[in-house]
């Protein structure tokens, strides 16, 4: 009979200290709106997507053109003539949606520029969310913004401005 009752309440201990865990959340669009750097780089990448893209669309543009003027010809080109002038339209789309996909598909010139901007201030927070993390004897840190569905918050949980001090940055002062 001992045994049971010292088994049940180990057993009740144990799963009581299961559930002191302690968390906390961090709001990551709100820690990132706080750092220079990263809404410096926001604005670089930005730049460069919109330059690319208007290249993107002048290469569109261009085969668009060729197909016009390819349409509005055709009843006076030879088979020969057709050919050739349906092999430039399709080799320059091919070459244009090469260069959208060499810029923006996965693992292009955009992302790898993100990755080189990003990555390091990504990096630092990240630093800073653990140390918040052992200065608090915090057991979790969810991310408020991540598909992580938060029914219900304390705003005492919320440790975004313990993380932005700790980058040394002022809370409340969102950089534009």
Not at 62 to 71: D, G, H, P
Request: glycine residues 2%; contains cysteine; hydrophobic residues 40%.
């Amino acid at each position: 009979m001992k045994r049971l009752l010292f088994v049940l309440a180990f057993v009740c201990l144990s799963g009581a200290s299961a559930f002191a865990q302690r968390f906390a959340y961090v709001d990551s669009e709100y820690v990132l709106e706080h750092i220079p750097e990263y809404v410096a780089a926001q604005k670089q990448l930005d730049a460069l997507s919109k330059q690319w893209q208007a290249q993107v669309d002048a290469r569109l543009k261009e085969v668009e053109n060729m197909y016009k003027s390819y349409q509005a010809d055709l009843a006076l080109l030879t088979p020969q003539v057709r050919r050739e002038r349906e092999n430039a339209i399709v080799e320059k789309e091919k070459a244009a949606k090469e260069f959208q996909r060499e810029k923006f598909g996965f693992e292009g010139d955009l992302y790898e520029q993100r990755i080189k901007l990003i990555q390091p201030i990504q990096e630092r927070i990240a630093r800073a969310i653990e140390a918040v993390a052992e200065s608090n004897q915090l057991d979790m840190i969810l991310d408020k913004n991540s598909e992580v569905i938060l029914l219900y918050a304390s705003p005492r949980l919320d440790k975004s401005n313990e993380v932005i001090t700790r980058l040394g940055y002022k809370p409340g002062s969102v950089v534009k």
